[in-house]
């Protein structure tokens, strides 16, 4: 009922700067958190970046100072501004959600994107 849908992902220079998009789409009343995972091969997914409905944020270490969430809710759609790009931000990219269901109150899913890859080359 709920889809994410991400893109803007691509090769660019060590150093270079890179825009990522993920809209949602369907029938929900609300979304809590929005953000932004990665994850390289043979490693675990990690959190990037998320950002709730009130515009509250939070950043891993790892790209503190680099990376920016935002989020325009009469889109439904989250951005992650990626700055001063390293070798190590080489990954996919994937979206995540929680949206309200239209209908069941009791309901919050969990809904995840299909990934962008970002390639950053040394």
């Known amino acids: 009922q709920v889809q994410l849908v991400e893109s803007g992902g691509g090769l660019v220079q060590a150093g270079g700067s890179l825009r990522l998009s993920c809209a949602a789409s369907?029938?929900?009343?609300?979304?809590?958190?929005m953000a932004w995972y990665r994850q390289a091969p043979g490693k675990q997914r990690e959190v990037v970046a998320s950002?709730?409905?009130?515009?509250?944020?939070f950043y891993s270490d790892s790209v503190k100072g680099r990376f920016t969430i935002s989020r325009d809710n009469a889109k439904n759609t989250v951005y992650l501004q990626m700055n001063s790009a390293k070798p190590e931000d080489t990954a996919v990219y994937y979206c995540?959600?929680?949206?309200?269901?239209?209908?069941?109150?009791?309901?919050?899913?969990?809904?995840w994107g299909q990934g962008t890859l970002v390639t950053v080359s040394s």
């Open positions: 369907g029938i929900f009343f609300s979304i809590n958190v």
């Open positions: 995540y959600a929680d949206p309200l269901i239209v209908g069941d109150p009791d309901t919050v899913l969990e809904v």
């Open positions: 950002i709730y409905n009130d515009g509250s944020t």
